[in-house]
């Protein structure tokens, strides 16, 4: 059973802080990697993916990847109120196209005023 | 409107009593999936598809069943449904299969309670 688990949080920042995420993972062949966010009654929208290790940068948000440790991480710059939302990792078997996915239990971050 | 479609949204049922879920997305997707989502747990892959009449299982296939007769409809079938599949349930499709492509596009969801 491949496992991937994630700080279960909640998580709470300040307005105008980093949040950060972190997720590891047990299967060393993994190949790519998801950050999803998922706003409370809503359905997950993918915020990120990674599958290099290093650090992509979007906007706000970057995603840090570390296969030798196994983990990958979320950082939200400037956090505002709207970022807060449930974070899922996610960790896909193929590296061209997706596959068998597996997540994590979720992160649920608050960014307060 | 590009968009991954569930019916029913909402369903109360009783135990035993068969039941599909449809999904249809409108995109030309090859890449379906269905979910769990389970207070606490997080997202749990149940079937996977990887194009018409490509399925796999994924984590938890167990009282499930899925068929993929045309690209855009991946529907979810329960044939003795029990108790411990209330969950909220999701559909997705991506268009991986054209390149590198991971973005995936999700249903509103289908909230099912068997009694």
């Known amino acids: 059973q491949k496992e991937v688990e994630q700080n279960s949080g909640p998580l709470s920042v300040p307005e105008g802080a980093i949040a950060s995420l972190n997720c590891t993972y047990s299967d060393r062949g993994s190949q790519s990697f998801f950050w999803y966010r998922q706003y409370s009654g809503k359905s997950p929208e993918l915020i990120m993916f990674i599958y290099s290790n290093g650090d992509k940068e979007d906007g706000r948000f970057t995603a840090q990847l570390n296969k030798a440790s196994q983990y990958v991480s979320l950082l939200i710059r400037d956090s505002q109120p709207s970022d807060s939302a449930t974070y899922l990792c996610?960790?896909?078997?193929?590296?061209?196209?997706?596959?068998?996915?597996?997540f994590g239990r979720g992160t649920q971050l608050t960014v307060w005023p | 409107e590009a968009q991954v479609t569930q019916n029913p949204r909402y369903l109360i049922t009783v135990t035993g009593k068969k039941l599909t879920v449809t999904c249809s997305q409108n995109m030309n997707h090859e890449y379906m999936s269905w979910y769990r989502q389970d207070p606490g747990l997080g997202l749990r892959q149940i079937y996977y598809s990887m194009n018409v009449e490509v399925t796999d299982k994924g984590d938890v296939p167990e009282g499930y069943k899925v068929s993929r007769k045309e690209k855009r409809n991946f529907p979810l079938i329960l044939e003795s449904p029990s108790p411990n599949q209330t969950s909220l349930y999701f559909c997705?499709?991506?268009?991986?299969?054209?390149?590198?492509?991971?973005?995936?596009?999700f249903g509103p969801g289908t909230r099912l309670t068997v009694t």
């Open positions: 996610a960790v896909n078997d193929r590296g061209s196209t997706l596959g068998r996915l597996y």
């Open positions: 997705a499709s991506s268009p991986t299969g054209t390149g590198i492509s991971y973005e995936q596009y």
